[in-house]
């Protein structure tokens, strides 16, 4: 069976079991603090969605947020970058605003990208070379809107960092505005869709940003690190995402030697 189809299929699948585990309740579970919860429904789906790929491609290697994949190191074959949920909070507090991303890597390079609003059951999808789709509709190729004549997707976590916080605080007054969806997926589908100008994110991990990067490469828009570099595939990064010409705007505020100097303090260990 083909990745790309199956892949569609399943990642539809899986909602309707978000959906159903909903409605029988669940419990609420901190990680690291009360802005990092988990339930019982993360794991679960990651698990739904772990055992119908070794069914049907048991060679494949999958990468999940909660469980699989901690020792894999490379992108050979098929590789699997899976969030069960994304948006674990606005699940737990809205019922919306949450998705399933996955990224499809075949021998290192991108394969195909899912982005699934699993409340609105909306897919946005993509396979390299074949355009991005909203479900069943083509998406046009977002076009360039100046900083200050855009909405601009920021993560909050900037708030709680001094040594980056006026990097950001610039971007903000530069911006016609800014906003956040509580789900890095989500806001790689706003510029899909031409509401966000671009995102920006001081840190992601893997499995919030291969659906989306993904989806968005396919639609030519730019997707680097705060720094300028190649996005990694399999490590904890900063993001910024939009149209070429956006882009290079957005790095020029963070293109200080005292970013980048505590910017790869962070992420090189």
């Known amino acids: ?157 900037w708030l709680l960092k001094d040594d980056v916080r006026q990097f950001f605080i610039e971007l903000v007054d530069k911006a016609r505005s800014v906003r956040n969806r509580g789900s890095a997926a989500l806001d790689f589908t706003s510029v899909a869709d031409g509401k966000y100008g671009a995102v920006v994110f001081y840190e992601l991990f893997p499995w919030d940003y291969a659906g989306g990067r993904i989806l968005t490469n396919e639609l030519g828009l730019k997707c680097v690190t705060l720094t300028g570099e190649d996005v990694p595939e399999l490590e904890a990064s900063s993001v910024v995402c939009g149209h070429e010409k956006l882009v290079d705007e957005i790095l020029e505020i963070f293109d200080h030697e005292s970013f980048k100097e505590v910017h790869d303090k962070f992420f090189i260990k």
Not at 16 to 30: H, K, N, W
Not at 125 to 147: C, F, M, T, W
């Open 1 to 157: 069976m083909d990745v790309y189809e199956f892949a569609k299929s399943l990642i539809r699948d899986a909602g309707d079991f978000i959906e159903t585990r909903r409605l029988e309740g669940f419990e609420v579970m901190r990680k690291t603090g009360p802005h990092d919860l988990v339930t019982p429904v993360d794991k679960e789906t990651e698990e739904f969605i772990y055992k119908r790929i070794k069914a049907q491609f048991p060679e494949h290697n999958i990468v999940g947020e909660e469980t699989y994949g901690k020792d894999v190191k490379t992108l050979k074959g098929f590789t699997w970058i899976v969030d069960p949920i994304d948006g674990t909070v606005n699940f737990i507090n809205q019922n919306d605003n949450f998705a399933i991303s996955v990224g499809i890597y075949k021998d290192e390079e991108p394969y195909c990208g899912f982005v699934y609003d699993v409340a609105n059951k909306v897919l946005y999808h993509s396979k390299v070379g074949e355009g991005a789709y909203r479900n069943s509709e083509k998406i046009k190729e977002v076009d360039y809107q100046p900083l200050d004549d855009t909405i601009v997707g920021v993560s909050h976590k």
